[in-house]
């Protein structure tokens, strides 16, 4: 069963930075897509960007510039920069596949907190 596990987050004032990392267990790492998802406060979860296993990434128009998406397939880490961060940007951020391949693979998640 593949295990997510993400760490980094943290309370920034607007406009600071924060770099999240998502440990992934599982011999299929390096053949998946990875995608970073977030949940605002009492919202739903979204996806906000993922990277190929040839270190493609993809994100949604609201981070684009702002998000960079990177992987370590050696390590199984996926990594989550995130610099100029807005108050919107706040939520539970979580990894996983893209698309989704087991439903109770969700992990804790990290909480990122932005203030105004």
């Known amino acids: 069963q593949v295990q997510f596990v993400e760490s980094g987050g943290g309370l920034v004032q607007a406009g600071g930075s924060l770099r999240l990392s998502c440990v992934v267990s599982g011999s299929t790492f390096w053949l998946s897509v990875i995608g970073w998802y977030r949940q605002p406060p009492g919202k739903a979860r979204e996806l906000v960007g993922s990277?190929?296993?040839?270190?493609?990434?993809n994100y949604v128009d609201s981070v684009k510039g702002r998000f960079a998406i990177s992987r370590d397939n050696a390590a199984n880490t996926v990594y989550l920069q995130m610099n100029s961060l807005k108050p919107e940007d706040t939520g539970i951020y979580y990894c996983?596949?893209?698309?989704?391949?087991?439903?109770?693979?969700w992990g804790q998640g990290t909480q990122v907190t932005v203030s105004s």
């Open positions: 996983n596949r893209v698309p989704l391949q087991d439903a109770k693979s």
């Open positions: 990277i190929t296993r040839y270190n493609s990434p």
